[in-house]
């Protein structure tokens, strides 16, 4: 029995890691056209999911309906309501040749649109906040889905809400493995399953979502809890590049990243992947790929484990909205266990830290959630005076650092010079070295690091 347990399990994982999971971003299918374009994308015969987020534009305009609903604006989220179904009616028309798929997708649009207009009432919370925001992936995969069958394309659709779990605001990564398993075991011959990134249910059997960006994160956990091959992360730039292009003018796509290197990078603010997805790939050693759905030609980039260089910089990213606390306390002086008392004080309202620096009588820390700041504030001053100070930006230098060799952040604060630093933070790993500024000033620290670091040929 145990020898049956043992092969059957074997013969399932062999069949499960031929999978790939492909993520296309809102861009990616953001018309009509775009959607026909990742169609073709798809249509190998290698086995897959793919996840799909929302249609560009769809959750932003969720999220300000649900603002609209909170503020009892009854005219205004008609309107807006109206709005965004006009945009539907017209990508169904440009989606689909026939009238049989036109109509079959009109009702699925209305349906979607009546579930939001009902869900407007003056018991608006954030429970149907929520369930407004899932409508955006729930109908972007109902259109993809549709249009394969209209071109033959054989798909099944694999509902986001019949596997994706969290708990406590995490991912039940067992869960959404066990119930992936047992979805996907129904369909032994399809090869192209289609799913929505971002959507879950929570341990309350409530409708959930990863916050904002999680379709990415949404492939990284169904390519861990399913042991992929690959994942394959769409969207509409040629894979990382080594700085913000929305900033900076010359920046470049970098052809390979560690996990480790990538990690940093999207939780330091690179908006082309969202902060947590890079850890359940990293976990379940699966090589990530971006790659771009507007050129799928180019190489993009390739994030895996052993990229090893003994040195080098790798690209720079910048996270805003920081706020920086400042606690300082004369009973910090020589005493053990102060710190632990006040990291109590963040895990008590789940408020990561990311940078911290120490001195004897004060500590400076940040954080990027501000939920429970005015709570952790006053539980701070028990330990003595306490400052904070809004709107800084944690810029980031990501890459590997020779240990015990001073020379990169020696150049980075040559680059510097000019801009008023808050914080630096150098060491933690031999991968980052973190400056915090007041956000006016990120613009020109992204860009003299990107002319300094890679083009003046220094260090
Ligand atoms: P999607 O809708 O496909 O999820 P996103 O808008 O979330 O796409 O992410 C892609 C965007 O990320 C790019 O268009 C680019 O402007 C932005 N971006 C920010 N930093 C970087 C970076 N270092 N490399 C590449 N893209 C970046
Ligand atoms: N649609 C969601 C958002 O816009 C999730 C995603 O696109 O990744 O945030
Ligand atoms: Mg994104």
């Given at each position: 029995m145990l020898w049956l347990e043992t092969v059957g399990k074997s013969l399932l994982t062999n069949r499960f890691t031929v999978m790939k999971i492909l993520k296309f971003g809102g861009t990616s299918v953001g018309s009509a056209e775009r959607m026909k374009g990742v169609a073709k994308l798809v249509s190998s015969e290698e086995r897959k999911i793919v996840v799909l987020s929302a249609v560009s534009g769809t959750t932003n305009a969720l999220v300000e309906l649900a603002s609209l609903a909170y503020n009892d604006q009854i005219n205004n989220f008609d309107t807006k309501l109206q709005e965004l179904k006009n945009k539907y009616q017209d990508f169904v028309e440009d989606l689909y040749k026939e009238n049989s798929y036109k109509k079959e997708a009109s009702h699925y649009i209305e349906a979607h649109f009546n579930k939001i207009a009902q869900l407007n009432t003056p018991q608006f919370s954030d429970k149907e906040e929520r369930i407004i925001l899932a409508q955006g992936e729930l109908m972007s995969t109902r259109l993809f889905h549709l249009y394969l069958r209209s071109i033959g394309v054989d798909t099944v659709l694999l509902p986001a809400l019949d596997f994706m779990r969290t708990k406590e605001g995490d991912p039940n990564e067992a869960a959404i493995s066990q119930l992936l398993y047992e979805q996907i075991e129904k369909h032994p011959d399809c090869n192209l399953f289609i799913t929505q990134g971002y959507i879950c249910y929570n341990e309350f059997g409530e409708v959930d979502n990863?916050?904002?960006?999680g379709s990415d994160y949404s492939a990284s956990l169904i390519g861990a809890a399913i042991d992929a091959k690959e994942i394959q992360i769409w969207t509409d730039i040629d894979g990382m590049h080594n700085n913000d292009p929305r900033i900076v003018e010359k920046t470049f796509p970098i052809d390979e990243l560690s996990f480790e290197e990538a990690a940093e990078l999207a939780y330091f603010g690179a908006k082309i992947l969202h902060p947590a997805s890079v850890l359940p790939a990293q976990k379940a050693n699966i090589p990530v790929r971006l790659l771009n759905t507007m050129q799928p030609e180019k190489k993009g980039t390739l994030i895996r484990a052993d990229v090893t260089h003994e040195k080098r910089i790798t690209a720079i990213a910048a996270k805003d909205g920081i706020v920086a606390i400042k606690i300082r306390s004369s009973r910090m002086l020589l005493a053990y266990g102060f710190l632990r008392k006040v990291f109590e004080i963040f895990e008590k309202y789940k408020t990561p830290i990311d940078v911290i620096t120490t001195s004897e009588v004060a500590i400076s820390l940040t954080i990027d959630n501000t939920a429970h700041l005015s709570d952790i504030l006053e539980e701070l001053k028990s330990f003595g005076n306490v400052e904070f100070t809004e709107n800084q930006t944690i810029v980031c230098v990501v890459g590997t650092f020779l240990q015990g060799n001073a020379s990169v952040p020696v150049r980075v604060l040559q680059l510097l010079k000019e801009i008023p630093i808050r914080m630096i933070s150098y060491g933690g790993s031999k991968y980052n070295i973190s400056i915090l500024m007041h956000s006016d000033f990120k613009e020109k620290a992204l860009k003299l690091l990107n002319e300094g670091l890679f083009f003046e040929n220094a260090t």
């Open positions: 990863l916050k904002r960006g």
